[in-house]
């Protein structure tokens, strides 16, 4: 089977292309050093299959990032049979750069010059034969967005592949031209593959490339005195650099024709950054967009409507749907509408099994009704909350804007140690820690990295939504205080704080280094595509239901059972839990949860907790199914109340074990901040270098859990000692500084 690769700058559209060509649904990002690794789909409209592999973004073949080692090696070494060079069209000069070194290869290229709906938008117009006249390679112009020219694009690729090519440089200056080609000569004497690439890579003095033909760079050495005239400074990387954009100017960007033929024009994109971007408001600006996304998703009470709605509006009281769409605060948000929807479905399920089983054994019945349908339900309930919080994220990343957060943030946090470029990654963390941590790769900085992965899953991901939800909910409906959508947004700002916090102590302190420099370039805002989002959802529910009736189900089951179990194995009933090996194993642990507030003084069932907690290290949806199946059966027998889902069950569990409200929003804040879920822990230790950076690792999540949450019980319980707390970390800071300063005076 051929195979094609698409090359090409970070947010040149190469996922949206390879999406466009293989119907996958790789993630798509309007910012910089999405994909990481590599990947492959199958486009099948040719006369046969064609694998298309997806290389990350590059600017150059040069080896300073990761992605361009990939890539690079990919190229060099995988051999594909065409390279699709993807071109973003409105930034023609720039990606061409990279075209003039892939041309440099021996292998079939073509260049596909994408965004050509934003180009036309414009008025700007593209001489695409020209181009390809001069370029010496074929050229179609396409829009991967709107799935214009694929298959022509395909087509021409197809003929492409089948036709040699040798590498070929656009360098011109003649003395360099006649050092790359003796070199050029030289490297094919010795057999070498590619020389043309080579020849050029090793002018440039390249380090992978020096490193790969020691022989040849004394040679190359040599070469260059003998060609070395006045002209010649010493760094040719930069001579190299410049003979390419002189090329470029000079013969490739006449085929561009632009309306305005003023550089700057002020797009309604630039009027928009003048607000969204700027110094003070920027990040207020953000906060204020983000609470507004968890009151669309989370509020009971829309808008604030409550006082003003007529009584009885919209409660459908007596019907299934009672209290669905408006509930006794106000009107419910799209997520809670949706809850209470699947919330209803899933009651009618647990009646009607139950029904079923009435006539079974106790054990049957409680073990299906409880333990499986009540733990799996609990969680099921928050899905439609899930999707809702991440259609808002995604509209926000889609359309370009979360690119700008990371551009305020790196503005702000430049100083200690961070780029905006850590931010992508850790913004990707609130989807889901592994694919985030996998794309850390893009730090060049391996501290800056290390720093990174630690405090990713500080971001709170979509499996830690229920803990969230759930425990606010119970707070609010049990103790009647305060607002869903205010608790978790409080929740996720505390998370983000920890992250910066802990990431700017450990960049001063344990993991100081370099901060390599970091250009961004803004993305023009664009409308979100309805149908990536669409992908998004559906790829997401599935992810999660799949996880619902696997690693969930297995772990009610497990719970279920050994809550039901003493050591020699006889059956218990609800009553008789307290006996049971999870209660033994509960009350064993429990004593390490007393400092922040969940431990040994609460009363009976009191473990739950500290169980709950631990499960969530396999799966974070595990806390709350852990919850729910024990609700279910705690309720019944010690408290005497119905549970269904998963806000009921944590109401339940607060009457029954009479946890105090700050211990609560301590144990969303442990839950958020501890070690995170098996999977992700396994991708931290993948992208970490030594064993005892691992260790520490481990250690740093443990002890961040237990400081937060135990600020969050402390001051919740007595609000003055956040006063101390405050304190301490100034304190902390201003100490780490004067050390720093002081040391480096020193090394001076
Ligand atoms: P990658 O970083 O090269 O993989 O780029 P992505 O595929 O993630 O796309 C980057 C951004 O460009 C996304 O917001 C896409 O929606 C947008 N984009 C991709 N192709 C086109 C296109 O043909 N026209 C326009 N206007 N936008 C596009
Ligand atoms: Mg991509």
């Known amino acids: ?356 089983l009435s006539s079974s054994p106790e054990w049957v019945s409680g073990l299906i009704c409880d333990g499986v349908l009540g733990g799996i339900f609990a969680i099921l309930g928050f899905l439609p909350q899930i999707l809702v919080l991440f259609l808002f994220f995604s509209i926000l990343e889609d359309s370009g804007y979360m690119a700008r957060i990371a551009f305020i943030l790196d503005r702000a946090l430049k100083k200690f140690g961070l780029s905006g470029r850590a931010f992508l990654p850790m913004i990707m963390g609130f989807g889901c820690s592994v694919p985030a941590m996998i794309n850390t790769r893009t730090l060049a900085d391996e501290k800056e990295k290390l720093a990174t992965v630690r405090v990713i899953p500080f971001f709170s991901c979509g499996a830690k939504l229920p803990i969230l939800t759930a425990v606010a909910g119970g707070i609010v409906s049990y103790f009647g205080v305060g607002n869903v959508d205010f608790i978790t947004y409080g929740m996720y700002i505390l998370g983000i704080a920890t992250a910066l916090i802990a990431v700017i102590l450990m960049r001063e302190t344990t993991l100081k280094g370099e901060t390599p420099p970091f250009i961004m370039e803004l993305p023009a805002y664009h409308a979100p595509q309805v149908k990536n989002l669409i992908m998004l959802l559906w790829d997401k529910a599935k992810h999660f239901i799949q996880k619902a009736f696997t690693i969930i189900l297995a772990s009610t089951i497990v719970i279920w059972v050994i809550s039901h179990f003493d050591f020699s194995w006889n059956y218990l009933t609800d009553e008789q839990m307290e006996l049971s090996i999870l209660a033994g194993f509960g009350k064993l642990i429990q004593p390490l949860f007393t400092p922040v507030g969940f431990g040994s003084q609460l009363k009976a069932f009191g473990w739950v907790f500290a169980v709950a907690a631990i499960t969530g290290l396999i799966a974070k949806e595990n806390v709350v199914s852990t919850l729910g199946t024990l609700a279910a059966c705690i309720g019944a027998a010690a408290i005497d109340v119905e549970v269904d889902g998963g806000v009921g069950a944590v109401s339940a569990m607060i009457q029954a074990t009479g946890v105090t409200l700050p211990a609560l929003l301590a144990f969303i804040a442990f839950n958020m901040t501890t070690i995170p879920c098996f999977a992700a822990v396994a991708a931290a230790k993948g992208e970490m270098a030594s064993k005892s950076k691992f260790n520490w690792t481990l250690l740093f999540w443990v002890a961040t859990s237990y400081i937060v949450s135990s600020a969050v019980y402390l001051i919740g319980t007595a609000w003055w000692t956040a006063f101390i707390y405050l304190a301490v970390l100034v304190v902390a800071f201003v100490v780490i500084k004067l050390y720093n300063k002081k040391r480096f005076a020193k090394e001076k």
């Open 1 to 356: 089977m051929y195979r094609f690769c698409l090359a090409g700058n970070p947010n040149s559209g190469k996922t949206t292309l390879f999406n466009g060509l293989t119907g996958s649904t790789a993630h798509v990002g309007n910012w910089p050093g999405v994909t990481v690794d590599k990947k492959e789909g199958i486009y099948r409209k040719c006369a046969e299959p064609i694998a298309i592999v997806d290389l990350p973004g590059i600017y150059s073949l040069s080896p300073y990032t990761q992605e361009e080692v990939i890539a690079r090696n990919y190229i060099l070494d995988e051999k594909p049979d065409c390279v699709i060079n993807i071109i973003d069209a409105t930034n023609l000069e720039r990606n061409l750069y990279l075209t003039t070194q892939i041309m440099e290869i021996d292998v079939p290229v073509i260049l596909a010059l994408n965004m050509m709906d934003a180009v036309k938008k414009r008025g700007d117009k593209i001489d695409a034969d020209e181009l390809e006249k001069r370029l010496g390679l074929p050229v179609v112009e396409i829009s991967a967005l709107k799935g214009e020219g694929l298959d022509k694009l395909m087509e021409r690729a197809y003929e492409t592949c089948k036709k040699k090519r040798e590498g070929k440089t656009v360098i011109e200056n003649t003395a360099l031209k006649h050092l790359i080609g003796d070199i050029k000569i030289a490297l094919e004497g010795h057999g070498v593959k590619n020389p043309m690439f080579h020849a050029v890579k090793l002018v440039e003095l390249d380090e992978l490339e020096v490193l790969m033909h020691k022989e040849t760079v004394n040679m190359v050495e040599a070469f260059k005195k003998t060609h070395n005239d006045k002209t010649f400074g010493d760094d040719f990387e930069a001579l190299i650099a410049d003979a390419r954009y002189k090329y470029i100017t000079k013969y490739f960007s006449p085929t561009l024709k632009r309306k305005n033929e003023e550089k700057f024009v002020v797009t309604p994109s630039d009027k928009a950054d003048k607000i969204l971007t700027h110094k003070i408001w920027g990040f207020p600006i953000f906060l204020v967009i983000l609470f507004a996304i968890f009151h669309l998703t989370f509020s009971e009470n829309l808008f604030f409507l409550g006082g003003v709605l007529p009584e009885g509006f919209g409660k459908l009281e007596g019907t299934l749907f009672e209290g669905v769409f408006v509930g006794d605060s106000g009107i419910n948000s799209l997520g809670v509408m949706l809850m209470g929807v699947v919330e209803v479905l899933t009651g009618l399920v647990s009646e009607l099994v139950g029904g079923w």
